[in-house]
């Protein structure tokens, strides 16, 4: 699913996140979410989008505004989650990765389909 580049912000992407989430006949594998303008608050959607769906394999989360709160709803949600599965994240010149290195370092820790990470 291609949305970038739509400026869609917190609400909009809250709401395809909430969306995707809930129908359980969705079998999305890639969502792109970049260059919309998403702060902390749609980031905490994209995280339980990212830890519910286990059809999801990619999600490119760049050119937003998700910052270190951000960044850390989405891994620490995908730390706990049992059915992600995620295998990219393309996080090379991300504002917010430096101070949320400790719990993108627990999901790693823990993820078992996590592949390529830039």
């Known amino acids: 699913m291609w949305v970038g580049s739509n400026q869609l912000g917190d609400q909009g992407a809250t709401a395809i996140c909430d969306a995707l989430r809930e129908n359980t006949a969705s079998k999305v594998q890639e969502l792109d979410l970049g260059g919309n303008g998403i702060g902390p608050d749609g980031a905490k959607a994209i995280g339980a989008l990212c830890a519910a769906k286990g059809s999801l394999t990619e999600c490119n989360l760049q050119s937003n505004r998700l910052g270190a709160k ?5 891994f620490t949600a995908l730390r706990d989650s049992k059915v992600s599965m ?14 949320s290195i400790k719990p993108l370092a627990e999901y790693i820790a823990v993820s078992g389909s996590l592949t390529n990470l830039w």
Do not use: C, M, Q
């Open 86 to 99: 995620i295998s990219t994240w393309d996080l090379h010149a991300e504002d917010g990765i430096k101070a």
């Open 70 to 74: 951000g960044w850390t709803a989405i």
